[in-house]
């Protein structure tokens, strides 16, 4: 074999190992990154089961001056609605259609007003008009979830109008104070049935089921798995091209 040829060869053979070292370590990276987002799935299904059992489990409480409150308890509030002082909570999606969560003052016997969401309610085609809504002034009694306010991620400024009702893009517990001029609760309240007729109650206590992130959590597995029988096959073959060649 001639010198050209033999260099030739360990040339091949220099191609062939860096492309199996590329290979496993491809194998390696991509592996144990679906790995990871299984388990995270896995996390996430674990954390919305201990959701839903607290949900399940949420006591009943007369007022919300009962203390402690707790993720989920039921309270049964009475009060009067600050009618000429409520949100629009913008980009708020039912069944295919935009619309707004409709947030409004509770003022009870607390030296503080409770937020109330009192459901969902169809935007105008117009996004530049709010809908029209009255609500009621009379004594309001209601049982409702106790939840807590979650911040939506924001492209821009959340600005708000002078005027009433206000339309939002977050629920801002100290904005809100600001707006109202009056101290606010931390718990957003979510009546367990409507009590407006034009408005939908459409809220859930978690978006995204158990079941749903398990079967995520399978299919990031079994791509694991594919990937690694792939990489198993292709390093096979290589080395059976290699054992042919020699």
């Known amino acids: 074999m001639s010198n050209l040829q033999c260099g030739y060869m360990h040339s091949k053979d220099r191609q062939r190992n860096l492309f199996k070292w590329i290979l496993a370590l491809q194998a ?28 399940t489990q949420g006591e009943l409480k007369q007022n919300s001056s009962a203390a402690p409150i707790h993720l989920f308890d ?14 629009f909570l ?17 003022k009870t016997n607390q030296a503080h007003v ?5 459901g969902w309610l169809a935007a105008p085609r117009d996004r530049n008009l709010l809908p029209s809504l009255t609500l009621p002034g009379s004594l ?32 801002d517990v100290s904005k809100i104070s600001s707006a109202l001029n009056t101290p606010v609760s931390e718990w957003l309240y979510r ?14 206590p978690v978006v995204m089921p158990p079941q749903r992130h398990t079967g995520y959590a399978v299919q990031w597995y079994g791509l694991a798995t594919a990937w690694l029988i792939c990489s198993a096959f292709l390093a096979r073959k290589m080395f059976i091209n290699k054992e042919s060649s020699v």
């Open 28 to 55: 390696l990276l991509i592996c144990s990154l679906l790995v990871f987002l299984g388990n995270w799935q896995l996390h996430r299904a674990a954390e919305k089961e201990q959701l839903l059992l607290q949900f």
């Open 74 to 87: 039921k309270i049964e509030l009475s009060g009067q609605l600050l009618t000429d002082h409520y949100f």
């Open 90 to 106: 913008d980009n708020r999606t039912w069944q295919g259609q935009v619309g707004y969560e409709v947030i409004a003052a509770l």
């Open 114 to 118: 409770e937020l109330i969401s009192l």
């Open 140 to 171: 309001l009694n209601v049982i409702a979830y106790a939840d807590k306010p979650s911040k939506s991620l924001l492209l821009g400024d959340d600005t708000w109008t002078q005027s009433w009702p206000k339309r939002i893009q977050q629920l």
């Open 191 to 204: 009546p367990v049935s409507q009590v407006i007729p034009e408005l939908t109650l459409t809220w859930k």
